[in-house]
């Protein structure tokens, strides 16, 4: 069962809803404009809100669910349902669909910790939403939300497997931003709200 729960998480994780959305919505490969991530803000420069609001519940849901199904199925075994959060962004950002490539982690990562604890999950979304506000960079707003969780984790006392998983998911988060940065030193990283000129359909 353990097995099965573990594997599902990875598989879940790895449908790109980002592609498949933007498929539907209007035939368009979001692979091949922007950034060339399937993440929500790719989708939200190229096809706007309605879409990007959909790719960004599904990828949060995709983090969310294995882990409330598994803190279901094991109560007490608490190291499960950190692996099944973990599994879920690695399929995300190494796709099995995707020959292993994928998203920065990021929409699922906050899903995860939802189903961890709200409280860190509440104020780390407000971290990255002020930071948005504030600066105009999604990236900027992304790192500086992940590094907050786990330094949340340490101020509500959380279980050590979950800090080890904030360490590790704010690392990995962080890795997935390296040419974000090289961007934002290069002063060329897109703002919120840039849009993307799309022809395909």
Not at 10 to 31: E, Q, T
Not at 92 to 115: E, N, Y
Not at 151 to 157: C, K
Request: charged share 15%; net charge positive; aromatic share 10%.
């Amino acid at each position: 069962m353990e097995a099965a729960v573990l594997i599902g998480s990875y598989i879940l994780g790895s449908v790109p809803f980002g592609l498949v959305i933007c498929k539907a919505w209007r035939g368009v490969d979001i692979r091949k404009y922007g950034s060339g991530n399937i993440g929500a803000t790719n989708v939200l420069r190229a096809l706007g809100p309605g879409p990007a609001a959909v790719v960004f519940c599904a990828d949060v849901l995709k983090g969310l669910i294995p882990v409330v199904l598994a803190r279901r199925l094991f109560p007490e075994i608490a190291w499960i349902a950190v692996v099944c959060g973990m599994l879920a962004i690695l399929g995300h950002s190494l796709s099995i669909f995707l020959r292993f490539k994928g998203g920065k982690g990021v929409a699922t990562s906050l899903g995860v910790v939802i189903g961890l604890d709200p409280r860190v999950a509440g104020i780390g979304f407000g971290i990255w939403l002020l930071v948005v506000i504030l600066s105009k960079y999604v990236s900027v707003a992304s790192i500086l939300a992940s590094v907050s969780v786990p330094a949340l984790m340490f101020v509500f006392r959380l279980p050590l497997i979950y800090k080890l998983f904030a360490l590790l998911a704010a690392a990995f988060v962080i890795f997935k931003h390296r040419a974000n940065m090289v961007r934002l030193l290069q002063g060329k990283e897109p703002r919120w709200g840039e849009k993307i000129k799309v022809t395909e359909a």
